[in-house]
């Protein structure tokens, strides 16, 4: 095949494998042998091996797969042989160790019993620490003391009338007339307000109640009482994403810092209220839009809509008319600042996913482009592949992860699926050729390419593939985790392409 992807018309995968032997001509002209270090027994080690006398030879060198990405635009993944093999003995090797218990206040309080320290209070020393120090520990600490000392060097609070717990942050007005909180430092209040082990009392506070965050408006809520899942629908007007980008947040009375406390329900609530957003603005643009204000659609109501859409759009008028004709979602959980003061990853800790529409042609310098959308290289791939193959890629992928073989040819058959989990309607798998540590695929195995082609059971088959999926690598040890959506536009009538 021309097109370069790791899944044959056949339905098998395909890989090459370099097996290197290779001679190097010594060009170096001076010998710059050191010490390096010393045994246990005093006898010196130098860096001869690293100054040959002559040229290099090398007979046999590690094997390393080559793995095109069943998605040619998605590149090629390299593995050394010897590694693998090494994981593949124990898979549980690739995890990430648990964290630690960190407590500098422990710490300070056993200087001060053994005497090492005198005449400071454990506050003075956390006062004259430096501020990548603060940084380290305001992400590391496990010590609730810890975090609550920290918070309070980050900003100002106002506490209640026994000087106990946080009522709220204290407010100042600029003279310009802005009203801002009364942050002294940034970095560590953020740092500190998205630690898992600060008390909830002071996160609610610091981040989480609607407005300490700014002015997003909430426009939709998602409210399960008897499960105590809690999910508001915040409007970002003004955002990187134009067109109406909106977050489905954790309310501050569910506080999902970690993926261990995340439960089904809550899942489903961010969920809804990204197809309801979503079936509701293609509604309106197909002019079908339903009654709707100060309501959450239920499901039925929800499937009702959507149904209405679908035989919408098998009028031509009626999708050459869509002024939106795409999702965008992503999901990025954990936060983590370094003491050097990079962030990394999401922008709080409290679970959130995010949300809008493409539209399907914006203005340019000169004449109309349209926006780039992921699911559009997918797109473009499956029509290509179908040309040179006449095939269904995604038929024939389906059959390449049912028949996956083992790449180190163990003969037994035993653990060569791909498949982590799966139900009627989605398979939740390892891609031959992962693209970022320890990536996981959802996948639809009925053709639906987008979210209006997902009838009832297929969402929440998608959601609960979405929790599992979560739910291993956190158990992993992963504890930031990136989630993208790749789909196809609503009015491309192509079936060969899965969400």
């Known amino acids: 095949m021309k097109i370069r992807t790791s899944v044959l018309p056949s339905g098998e995968f395909i890989y090459g494998i370099h097996k290197p032997q290779f001679a190097v001509q010594n060009f170096r002209e001076t010998d710059g042998i050191d010490l390096i270090g010393f045994f246990p027994d005093g006898s010196r080690f130098k860096s001869g091996l690293n100054f ?3 040229d290099v030879e090398e007979l046999q060198a590690d094997w390393i797969y080559e793995i095109p990405n069943p998605f040619p635009f998605r590149g090629t993944t390299f593995i050394t042989r010897s590694r693998a093999d090494h ?3 124990d898979p549980t090797a690739i995890s990430l160790p648990r964290k630690e218990h960190l407590s500098l206040s422990n710490v300070i309080n056993d200087w001060i019993k053994d005497g090492d320290i005198r005449g400071k209070t454990i506050d003075k020393i956390f006062n004259t620490l430096p501020e990548p120090l603060l940084i380290a520990l305001a992400a590391n600490s496990t010590d609730p003391d810890d975090l609550i000392r920290l918070a309070n060097l980050s900003c100002k609070m106002v506490y209640d009338s026994q000087g106990k717990l946080p009522k709220a942050l204290a407010y100042v007005k600029e003279s310009n007339g802005r009203i801002k909180a009364d942050i002294k430092n940034r970095l560590l209040f953020e740092a ?3 630690n898992i082990f600060l008390p909830d009392a002071y996160k609610n506070v610091m981040v989480l109640k609607p407005g300490v965050q700014g002015n997003s408006e909430i426009v939709g809520e998602w409210l399960n009482k008897e499960e105590s899942s809690h999910v508001f629908e915040y ?3 003004n955002s990187y994403i134009p067109w109406g980008h909106y977050a489905a947040n954790m309310a501050n009375d569910s506080v999902r810092y970690s993926i261990k406390d995340l439960t089904m329900e809550d899942i489903t609530g961010m969920r809804h209220l990204y197809y309801q957003r979503t079936y509701v603005r293609t509604a309106v643009q197909l002019g079908i839009a339903p009654a709707v204000n100060r309501k959450r659609l239920s499901v ?7 149904s209405r859409i679908q035989d919408a759009l098998f009028s031509e008028k009626k999708r050459s008319a869509l002024e939106f004709n795409c999702t965008l979602w992503g999901w990025n959980f954990g936060f983590d600042y370094t003491p050097s003061k990079y962030r990394l990853h999401a922008s709080h800790q409290q679970v959130h996913q995010q949300f809008a529409l493409i539209p399907a042609v914006i203005s340019a310098t000169c004449g109309k482009i349209i926006p780039f959308n992921y699911g559009d290289l997918i797109s473009a791939f499956v029509f290509d ?3 040179e193959t006449g095939k269904n890629f995604f038929d024939c992928y389906i059959e390449a992860i ?5 790449m180190d040819c163990d003969k037994s058959g035993e653990r060569r699926s791909l498949v982590v989990y799966e139900d009627s309607h989605v398979m939740l798998f390892v891609p031959k050729a992962q693209t970022s540590q320890w990536e996981l695929n959802i996948m639809t195995k009925d053709n639906i390419g987008n979210i209006l082609e997902a009838d009832t059971d297929a969402r929440k088959a998608i959601d609960r593939a979405m929790l599992v999926s979560v739910k291993v690598l956190s158990a992993m040890g992963a504890r930031m985790i990136t989630t993208i959506e790749s789909s196809k536009r609503f009015d ?3 079936t060969d392409q899965r969400l």
């Open 52 to 54: 040959p006398t002559g």
């Open 87 to 89: 994981k593949a003995t």
């Open 192 to 194: 500190v307000a998205n």
């Open 235 to 237: 409007l970002r007007r």
């Open 300 to 306: 039925l109501e929800m499937e009702g809509l959507r």
């Open 385 to 387: 592949y179908r040309k």
């Open 402 to 406: 049912r028949t996956n073989r083992r």
């Open 492 to 494: 491309t009538k192509d």
